[in-house]
T-cell receptor
Framework: KAGVTQTPRYLIKTRGQQVTLSCSPI?????VSWYQQTPGQGLQFLFE???????NKGNFPGRFSGRQFSNSRSEMNVSTLELGDSALYLC???????????FGPGTRLTVL | KQEVTQIPAALSVPEGENLVLNCSFT??????LQWFRQDPGKGLTSLLL?????REQTSGRLNASLDKSSGRSTLYIAASQPGDSATYLC??????????FGTGTSLTVIP
């Protein structure tokens, strides 16, 4: 089975712009979660989608949003980018609600 | 809120040594815990998953244990190899389905 894929792998944006990141889960996995990883804050949970519904949300501002499509692929959007949004954004998938998570390689976002 | 702490933050050992990485948490209402490794600039690779009803899991040279009463989990690596050099992260899923990561231990195995 192919693993979790994320596109693009690297992205450079400027402050004020918006960005959309994409995640394709492992085939058959219905849950997709998003995380932000920074040197200062470590790994922080953004949100989780299961069968196209947001099930959980972390403590991030409304500029961070996401969605999941019927084929379980997910997108994450960040509007009005700030310098502090520079991070590695990781996506993880799992087949059911409480199973083991599998991570993608991440998207490295740099905001200038 | 779950607080997850990993000690030490960094560890350097000679090849062949056995080692233990520690992870502590503040809330015992966990559903499961997972240990990951992360190579520089890369995503996370799942190593072991322990359900809350289990005490330990083993995979090859790795053994992870869970003690909910003391709020601790350990990852034991036997006969360490240079390829084990990475950052190791523990993560807990609580019964509310929130997922919390530890701060990580950066491991260097010296040939």
């Amino acid at each position: 089975k192919a693993g979790v894929t994320q596109t693009p792998r690297y992205l450079i944006k400027t402050r004020g712009q918006q960005v959309t990141l994409s995640c394709s889960p492992i085939s058959g996995h219905r849950s997709v979660s998003w995380y932000q990883q920074t040197p200062g804050q470590g790994l922080q949970f953004l949100f989780e989608y299961f069968s196209e519904t947001q099930r959980n949300k972390g403590n991030f501002p409304g500029r961070f949003s996401g969605r999941q499509f019927s084929n379980s692929r997910s997108e994450m959007n960040v509007s009005t980018l700030e310098l502090g949004d520079s991070a590695l954004y990781l996506c993880a998938s799992r087949p059911q609600k409480y199973n083991e998570q599998f991570f993608g390689p991440g998207t490295r976002l740099t905001v200038l | 809120k779950q607080e997850v702490t990993q000690i030490p933050a960094a560890l350097s050992v000679p090849e062949g040594e056995n080692l233990v990485l520690n992870c502590s948490f503040t809330d015992s209402a966990i559903y499961n815990l997972q240990w990951f490794r992360q190579d520089p600039g890369k995503g996370l690779t799942s190593l072991l998953l322990i359900q809350s009803s289990q005490r330990e899991q083993t995979s090859g040279r790795l053994n992870a244990s869970l003690d909910k009463s003391s709020g601790r989990s350990t990852l034991y690596i036997a006969a360490s190899q240079p390829g084990d050099s990475a950052t190791y992260l523990c993560a807990f899923r609580d019964i509310g389905n929130q997922f919390y990561f530890g701060t990580g231990t950066s491991l260097t195995v010296i040939p």
